[in-house]
């Protein structure tokens, strides 16, 4: 581990200390949970369950709905104080959380991929608040029936901590109770496709690529290429270098980086998934040692974290997909190109020169010089 991960590791460690944690039934002093569950789908041969709180549970639902290997999903209120509340009284304090109750098949998706999915639509490190909602019931948690999911769900939550700076904040615990919501708020966004969602749509949309891919299995989907993150076997190509930036959040030197002084044109990719990020047409030279960048190619391909390490307040840039570190983002960028900085390590990236886009498999992204 570097210098700068072991200073990052204590920081959160002391942070730990006197951080604030989601609010819910459970946390409450003296809070009586109802033991009862009401729901409509049920679990059939070969299929598990899981309880996902997530923020507004119309955007978690639709996400669930377009992952491969889910067969059902409907939304409630789980782990609160009172007994079949209205969404009234859940927005009002009753203690429960949205939740989608998910119902997969076993032999096709595993709840760490859920989980995984699940991860890249929060932000983990919010308390009671997701996207433009805030309240308890907005809280995030899992929440599983079979106690032997539960070492699976801490262990990836631990995981999921090393990505970054501020405590992950996700509940872990037994579902005590859901039930069901009102029939308006079930496939809400089926039913209102201009509804709002907190949810990636770039995300969404990935999910459904490899759902597709799954159901039609004779169709060319090549062309939607899908991003995900990276295996441990691609992680072990990485040089000690890319893979301190990308899974520990290293800085690498100013102005003695691979990309700093680049000026061809052409796109530079995820160096641990490929994913195109960033275009040679909004690169700047910032003259502060690192490539710096107006817009990525899509923001909705980022994640952009409160990151108050060191002593700083900075907003930490991921890859949504991959979930690698690639840098901060600064508000004293050229006025004329927007006022932003990305200012990005060049370890996190691999340039693909124009002129070899075809023959590397990026011909669809040609039109960004168009």
């Not at 009753?94 to 991860?119: M, P, R």
Request: with cysteine; glycine share 8%; net charge negative.
């Amino acid at each position: 581990m570097t210098v700068l991960a072991v200073a990052a590791a204590i920081a959160i460690g002391a942070y730990l200390m006197w951080s604030p944690k989601n609010i819910s039934a459970s946390k409450i002093p003296n809070a009586q949970m109802p033991e009862e569950i009401v729901q409509q789908n049920q679990k059939g041969e070969d299929e598990a369950e899981i309880y996902l709180a997530g923020g507004c549970f119309w955007g978690t639902e639709f996400l669930m709905r377009n992952v491969a290997g889910v067969t059902s999903v409907e939304v409630g209120y789980s782990n609160g104080t009172t007994r079949n509340p209205t969404y009234r009284e859940v927005c009002k304090g009753s203690g429960h959380a949205e939740s989608a109750h998910i119902i997969y098949n076993t032999n096709y998706v595993s709840l760490q991929k859920i989980l995984d999915i699940y991860f890249q639509s929060i932000d983990p490190t919010l308390v009671n608040h997701q996207g433009r909602d805030h309240g308890a019931q907005y809280r995030t948690g899992i929440y599983y029936s079979n106690p032997a999911d539960e070492e699976l769900i801490k262990k990836a939550l631990e995981n999921l901590q090393v990505s970054f700076f501020n405590p992950v904040v996700v509940e872990c615990a037994p579902i005590k109770n859901f039930y069901r919501a009102e029939e308006e708020h079930q496939e809400y966004l089926i039913k209102n496709p201009n509804g709002y969602c907190h949810v990636s749509p770039a995300l969404i949309d990935e999910q459904a690529k490899i759902k597709a891919a799954h159901e039609f299995p004779n169709k060319d989907f090549s062309r939607a290429r899908v991003y995900d993150r990276p295996t441990k076997a691609t992680l072990e190509t990485l040089s000690e270098l890319q893979r301190a930036v990308t899974q520990e959040a290293a800085t690498e030197p100013p102005f003695k980086n691979e990309y700093d002084e680049e000026s061809r044109e052409g796109i530079y990719v995820d160096v641990t998934n490929g994913q195109p990020l960033f275009s040679s047409k909004d690169k700047f030279d910032a003259g502060c040692g690192w490539p710096a960048f107006a817009k990525p190619i899509d923001k909705n391909f980022l994640d952009e974290r409160t990151d108050n390490s060191f002593g700083m307040q900075r907003t930490e840039v991921r890859a949504k997909a991959s979930g690698s570190h690639l840098g901060h983002v600064f508000d004293d960028g050229p006025k004329n190109l927007g006022g932003i900085r990305y200012c990005i390590n060049s370890a996190s990236l691999r340039f693909i020169p124009r002129e070899k886009m075809n023959e590397e498999g990026y011909g669809e992204w040609t039109n960004l010089f168009n």
